[in-house]
């Protein structure tokens, strides 16, 4: 009875070892699996649809206190000196009539719209080149803002949309999408992905809407696209997670969504496994903080147009 019961245990012993062995060799040929999973948990936190709960909404304000000194976050929070002229441009591409506008861009002031004179930035000009060529030295130079590995979740409240590639079906099949589509309500914030130099900020770019071009000091440049309204203006230095503007969908688009760019030297590039985490609750308090000192201060502006996006 021992006997013939060992055999089938020792076989079994073996099937188990043999086994074992082939999934010790399958692991090791996976490549870098916590590197993956790192990647896995980082673009998961952006393709749930969920918008990001503010860190101040349903809080114990007692257990959730301000920021200790928030003052020098908002250094950089300038009082605009009103609008640039209301510009609506037009146009048609196939069967599709789309509007550029409107122009909802703050007028440029101070050292920062002489950077602008002096190196042509918010022209359209500038535009072509940067996106045929890539960024000149004397571009580059002028970036005075350090360049992270990774992007920030450019919409606090978006998720994570159409992605990069040839991903479109239908007459527009052959066109690669240049970007990542990040939907989200009408006025929703966007942010900078990281610091940098705002080299454009109009809607003089066909098919873009209100858009804003932040070049960074490692020679990439980001695109924001469609947006109601810009907070930031050509010549300005921002942050990385400072306010660029609202949500909308200006240009050729169908609903509020950010059209977002990720270009190194002269190519696009697909942003999707750039993405750091959310930021902690403290540092999402603060960017909201700030934001809501820039929206105020805007608001404030001496020539507001009517809003009717
Ligand atoms: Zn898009």
């Known amino acids: 009875m021992s006997d013939s019961a060992s055999v089938p245990r020792r076989a079994l012993q073996v099937v188990v070892l043999a086994l074992s062995m082939a999934i010790g060799?399958?692991?090791a040929c996976i490549p870098r699996p916590a590197a993956l999973a790192g990647q896995a948990r980082r673009l998961a936190s952006h393709v749930r649809a969920r918008p990001a709960t503010p860190a101040t909404s349903h809080s114990d304000p007692r257990s959730d206190p301000t920021p200790a000194d928030p003052t020098p976050a908002f250094a950089n929070v300038l009082a605009p000196?009103?609008?640039?002229?209301?510009?609506?441009?037009?146009?048609?591409?196939?069967?599709?009539?789309?509007?550029d506008g409107p122009r909802r861009v703050p007028r440029a002031f101070g050292e920062a719209a002489r950077?602008?004179?002096?190196?042509?930035?918010?022209?359209?000009?500038?535009?072509?080149?940067?996106?045929?060529?890539?960024?000149?030295?004397?571009?580059?130079?002028?970036?005075?803002?350090?360049?992270?590995?990774?992007?920030?979740?450019?919409?606090?409240?978006?998720?994570?949309?159409?992605?990069?590639?040839?991903?479109?079906?239908?007459?527009?099949?052959?066109?690669?999408?240049?970007?990542?589509?990040?939907?989200?309500?009408r006025g929703a914030e966007v942010r900078s992905t990281n610091a940098g130099l705002v080299v454009y900020a109009d809607n003089g770019i066909e098919g873009y809407g209100n858009l804003v071009v932040v070049l960074h000091a490692d020679a990439t440049h980001t695109a924001y696209a469609h947006l109601r309204e810009t907070w930031v203006f050509a010549g300005e230095t921002v942050t990385r997670g400072q306010g660029l503007g609202e949500v909308g969908t200006t240009g050729l688009s169908y609903a509020p969504h950010l059209h977002f760019e990720w270009w190194r030297r002269a190519l696009p590039k697909n942003p999707t496994r750039h993405f750091a985490e959310r930021p902690s609750a403290a540092e999402e308090r603060r960017l909201q903080i700030e934001a809501q000192r820039r929206r105020e201060a805007l608001a404030r502006a001496t020539v507001r147009p009517s809003r009717d996006g």
């Open 115 to 185: 950077l602008a004179d002096r190196l042509r930035l918010g022209t359209p000009e500038l535009f072509g080149r940067l996106r045929a060529v890539g960024p000149s030295e004397e571009l580059l130079a002028a970036v005075d803002a350090p360049a992270d590995d990774t992007l920030l979740w450019p919409v606090p409240s978006g998720f994570l949309g159409r992605g990069f590639g040839f991903v479109r079906r239908g007459p527009l099949a052959h066109r690669r999408h240049k970007g990542v589509d990040i939907p989200a309500p």
């Open 25 to 27: 060799a399958l692991a």
């Open 81 to 99: 000196h009103g609008w640039m002229d209301e510009v609506r441009r037009c146009g048609r591409r196939g069967r599709r009539f789309f509007c």
